[in-house]
Structures are given as structure tokens and as C-alpha cells.
């Protein structure tokens, strides 16, 4: 072992594994503690399962950054679980400490009352949709979901109409299968359900089904599914507000779900200790805000309600909130208060759960991108990827910069961490051994099964 810099990196997807890679081209070791046995996290878990080929690609990349040289990955170690921050930055003696843990916790509804309801009638979207996308392997033991009729979803991005989405493709591959006509989610997702409805000459209302409603706070004009140039002219923002429109109506075209615009929940109505509906009050957008109505209170009952509502980090013992997000003394580097040199990476910083935002902010923290971007194809998907990769080097000069200033580990030092880390591999049973560490942990997937059938 040479002297040098070590740095610890908890969690190894996007941001984290972006991260590893560009500290081991400039030379620095780093161990990349991953909560899960895979590296991947919401490309597994939040990207829903019909996005396979993006999935996989971007996956291969995680996988090429974590088998850089000088890369440790520790899987199946969680900070606050496993490990506590500060015996991390004490006891340990990293260099530094990057968190990349993601945002892995639903934002809580505003509205109170309808957490007591969570498995009653009322869900988050986190583990809907982590159901969704393993739901179908043999050994799936998580959550399960039952698909009802006239389902509600909260929301109003991207998100949430995922969710819409996966309601509408359950419910009417279920209702389908009843009748003997098969049809798998990808070919529902891809074709979209209204044209295979039309093959199959049937109707949502022949199949016994009205559908499901997102009900959001703000116009359609308002969804952030766009973005709208910062000094934009009237004429550019009318532009946007129309292209808002148009991605909206031709979601509802496709899939067939409803929305009801400028409405937030208030209250829910529960019978027998169960959640059955929601009383929603009507809203208004004045310069920006949403303001709500006085007195405009609807009563609406539904066997399952989901809140869509977006992602915030889990809270950690030791690390300071802001609000929902870690308290950031520095948004250049990310740097959390209180703490010398720790940083916060992706959506460990700005609080949201939108893979393609976290690809954004692995590499340059900033509070102004993206929930105006709403990637509809995979090319999307790539040209943020990309982007993301050319803001690398800014976002880690920063960490370095703060690295020079700090002495070098000796050679000694860096043997010690070597070997706890080690320790800690063998622990969880990890060899070493990478490829068939992940090839052992992979999931079955949803395609394979429908190829060998």
C-alpha cells in the first residue's frame, strides 16, 4: 500500500458509482458500502420494469465504474444499520465521505391523518412500484398489491403518472386474462392500452372498468413536464404550457386513466379503521402558488389511494435536516454542516427520487434541475445521462480541492482501512469476486420468463 487518499462512498447507483469511478482515474481509493446486495437502486426498484433495455445499459455502467482499479465494493452494509456516521468519520479515518444514499423514503402526504391508513387503503408510491417490478420473480417476498378499480393517485409528475400507467396496465391485464386473452405488461406499455383494446375489440367499459384518477394540486399547464427557459418570453413560455398540454392528453389517450386538475387532498374518510376515500379541496394557481379554495371540499371514495408525491433521503442519526433534505453548508461541494469532510452526492441533496435527476446531481449539487425535464423515451433518458458525464470533473474538482487541503493517510493507514473493509466483505459473504457476485443476486426478470413460455 502506498500513502494517499481513501474515500468512503454509502451507496453505490448513479451518483455513487460515478463518483467511485472518477475518484479512481484521479488516483484515489474508495470503498462504495451499498445497502442492497445489487449497486443499483431505483434503476431496480423506481424505474418501472417496461424501461428494461435502459436498465440494463445503465447498469452495465455501474458495473464497469465499481470494478475500477481501487475500488472496494462492500454490498449489504447500511449507514445507520450497520455502520454510524460518526464512527465512520472518527474511527475509521477516511479521508473523506461522500453520500450517495439516494432518496429512498416517500414524501410524507401534507395533508394529516391518512398515514394511519398506510397498508389500509392507502399507499406510497415507493413500495407500489417496487412490487411492480419484482412482483413476478418466484422468490419475491415483499409487498403485495391487489389491483382495484377506480383507484386515486396523488401527484402530478413524472412519477405519478408512472404510477397511473402501472395501475391501468394491471388492471387491464388482469381483466383480459379473466376473459383468456394474454397480453404481457410490455406489450400493453409499448402499444398502449387503448390500441390493444382495439384489437382485441373490446372497451374498458365492456371489460367491466372506468379506470383510475390522478388527481394533482396544479393545472396541466402548471406539471413540471417540461422545462421552461430561465428570462423565457411569454411566447416561450406559452409554448411550453402548450407542450405540457399536449405530453398530458396524449398520455390519457393512450392509457386511458383520468385526471382531475387543481385539487389536493384534505382529509381521508375512513370505515372499519380502513381508508375508502378522500375528501380533496379545489385549488387555484395565482403567480405561482397554489392556493386553495375556501370551502370547495369534494367527498371521494376509492378501494386504494397512492400518494405520488415524490422522494426525500432517510433521516440518519448524526446528519443534520434541513427540512426534508440534509442541511448542505456548501452547495458547490456539497459539504454537510458539522462535519469537515463529509458531502452529500444526488438526491441525498436535493430530496428527489427521479433517477434521471440523480444522474444530474452525482456530478454538480445544485437545488434547479429537473423536475421540469420529463424523459417519455429511452433517447431521453441517454442525452441526460450524457450530459451528467461532461459535469464530472466540476462536481469532484471541488472534493479535491478539499482533499489537498487535508494530509495524505500513511501507507499504514491505508492497510488498516484495507483490512476492516475486508473484514467487512467477508462478513456479508463477498469474495471479491464482482461478476459473480452480481450474476448470483440479478433478479429474474419479467422478459425472460415471458421468452421461455
Given at each position: ?255 386511458l386513466f383520468k385526471i382531475r386538475e387543481n385539487y389536493i387532498a384534505h382529509k ?82 436535493t430530496g428527489r427520487g427521479n433517477i434521471r435527476q440523480s444522474q444530474t446531481h ?92
Amino acid at each position: 500500500m502506498q500513502s494517499g487518499y481513501y474515500v468512503a462512498i454509502f451507496g453505490g447507483s448513479v451518483a455513487g458509482a460515478e463518483a467511485a469511478s472518477e475518484l479512481a482515474r484521479r488516483g484515489i481509493r474508495s470503498a462504495v458500502f451499498e445497502q442492497h446486495a445489487l449497486p443499483y437502486g431505483k434503476l431496480e426498484s423506481g424505474l418501472p420494469k417496461w424501461h428494461m433495455n435502459l436498465r440494463d445499459r445503465q447498469e452495465r455502467i455501474i458495473d464497469e465504474k465499481l470494478q475500477n482499479e481501487g475500488v472496494e465494493f462492500v454490498p449489504l452494509i447500511r449507514l445507520g444499520r450497520d455502520l454510524d456516521i460518526e464512527s465512520v468519520c472518527k474511527a475509521w479515518g477516511f479521508s473523506a465521505v461522500l453520500l450517495a444514499t439516494g432518496a429512498w423514503r416517500d414524501r410524507p402526504l401534507p395533508a394529516s391523518g391518512f398515514d394511519r391508513f398506510i397498508a389500509k387503503g392507502f399507499h406510497y408510491q415507493n413500495p407500489f412500484v417496487n412490487w411492480f417490478n419484482h412482483n413476478h420473480e418466484p422468490d419475491y417476498k415483499g409487498q403485495q398489491f391487489v389491483m382495484p378499480d377506480n383507484a386515486i393517485i396523488i401527484g402530478g409528475g413524472l412519477a405519478s403518472i408512472d404510477v397511473a400507467k402501472i395501475v391501468m396496465i394491471e388492471l387491464v391485464r388482469k381483466a383480459l386474462q379473466d376473459r383468456g386473452i394474454e397480453r404481457d405488461v410490455f406489450t400493453l406499455e409499448r402499444k398502449g392500452i387503448a390500441a390493444v383494446l382495439d384489437e382485441t375489440g373490446l372497451s374498458l367499459a365492456q371489460l367491466g372498468l372506468n379506470g383510475c384518477t390522478l388527481y394533482t394540486r396544479q393545472g396541466i399547464r402548471e406539471m413540471p413536464l417540461n422545462a421552461i427557459p430561465e428570462n423565457a418570453s411569454q411566447e416561450e413560455i406559452e409554448k411550453a404550457y402548450e407542450s405540457r398540454q399536449r405530453i398530458v392528453e396524449k398520455q390519457l389517450e393512450k392509457f386511458l386513466f383520468k385526471i382531475r386538475e387543481n385539487y389536493i387532498a384534505h382529509k381521508p374518510i375512513a370505515q372499519n379503521d380502513r381508508l375508502v376515500g378522500a375528501v380533496f379541496q379545489e385549488t387555484r394557481t395565482v403567480n405561482n402558488q397554489i392556493i386553495p379554495v375556501d370551502g370547495a371540499y369534494e367527498e371521494v371514495y376509492t378501494p386504494l389511494l397512492i400518494s405520488a408525491i415524490g422522494s426525500i433521503p432517510e433521516q440518519i442519526k448524526g446528519l443534520p435536516l434541513k427540512g426534508e433534505i440534509y442541511d448542505v453548508q456548501d452547495m458547490e461541494t456539497g459539504k454537510i454542516k458539522g462535519y469537515d469532510h463529509v458531502f452529500a452526492l444526488g438526491n441525498a441533496v436535493t430530496g428527489r427520487g427521479n433517477i434521471r435527476q440523480s444522474q444530474t446531481h452525482g456530478r454538480q449539487v445544485s437545488e434547479n434541475i429537473v423536475d421540469q425535464y420529463f424523459a417519455w423515451q429511452e433517447e431521453d433518458y441517454q442525452e441526460i445521462f450524457t450530459a451528467a458525464t461532461e459535469r464530472v470533473d466540476q462536481r469532484l474538482q471541488s472534493i479535491g480541492e478539499q482533499l489537498q487541503q487535508t494530509k495524505p493517510l500513511s501507507a499504514a493507514q491505508i492497510q488498516k482501512l484495507q483490512d476492516k473493509i475486508i473484514q467487512l466483505q467477508q462478513g456479508v459473504g463477498y469474495d471479491g469476486n464482482y461478476p459473480q457476485w452480481i450474476q448470483k443476486h440479478l433478479p429474474v426478470r419479467l422478459e425472460s420468463i415471458i421468452n421461455q413460455e
